[in-house]
């Protein structure tokens, strides 16, 4: 079983939409969770951080189940600007999900 | 700059050669991480170092991969006798330290290695 698995996609939804992607992990003592965000052919940037309670930040909510050991990310009014693909981070030495590809169209 | 800096940006080589990539952290940062990326795929761990602890090398594809941080600062990632299917992005990123709720690491544009 792979440390982190996300769902590769793609997405693709129309302008508007709400959109969530999931992603679990293996490793129950990880204790730190991101979400980055990667562009065609650029490095990956730090979306936002994953806290216990849940945290949210503008269009994007952030979530954390330590007892089903999965993470998700919810986009609301998706923008054309969202479409990029979407990596979830586990930490312990930093574990990369394989990202999800989201495409918004008009 | 204050980024993380990688060097060179591109890589052609022949098969069979070997060649190294490297990686200026963020100053200041004390843990250091090496992903591969082939096209259209996700990031592969390689390796990371973390102060002057051991490293944790269990992502290294094969003995020909190996890689350094000297001095606690810069990395360089050596792939020996280098084939084919070596050809991908070599990323590297730095965080202020390893675990914690607000290590965002910060990554640099990447090496493109590509094996002819």
């Known amino acids: 079983r792979k440390e982190v698995e996300q769902d590769p996609g793609p997405f693709n939804v129309p302008e508007g939409a709400t959109v969530a992607f999931n992603c679990t992990y293996s490793n129950s003592a990880s204790q730190s969770f991101f979400w980055y965000r990667q562009d065609c052919r650029k490095e990956p940037k730090l979306l936002m951080s994953v806290y216990s309670s849940g945290n949210e930040d503008g269009r994007f909510t952030a979530q954390l189940n330590r007892a089903s050991q999965y993470i998700s990310l919810l986009i609301r009014d998706s923008k054309l600007s969202d479409s990029a693909t979407y990596l979830c981070v586990v930490n312990l030495a930093m574990r990369f999900g394989a990202g999800t590809r989201l495409t918004v169209k008009p | 700059g204050a980024g993380v800096s990688q060097s060179p940006s591109n890589k052609v080589t022949e098969k069979g050669k070997d060649v190294e990539l490297r990686c200026d952290p963020i100053?200041?940062?004390?843990?250091l991480y090496w992903y591969r990326q082939s096209l259209g795929q996700g990031l592969e761990f390689l390796i990371y170092?973390?102060?002057?602890?051991?490293?944790?090398k269990s992502g290294l594809p094969s003995d020909r991969f190996s890689a350094e941080r000297t001095g606690g600062s810069v990395s360089t990632l050596t792939i020996q006798r280098t084939q084919q299917e070596d050809s991908a992005v070599y990323l590297c990123?730095?965080?202020?330290?390893?675990?914690?709720?607000?290590?965002?690491?910060?990554f640099g544009q990447g090496t493109r290695l590509t094996v002819v």
């Open positions: 170092f973390q102060g002057n602890s051991a490293p944790d």
């Open positions: 990123a730095s965080s202020s330290e390893a675990t914690g709720m607000n290590t965002e690491a910060f």
């Open positions: 100053s200041g940062h004390t843990a």
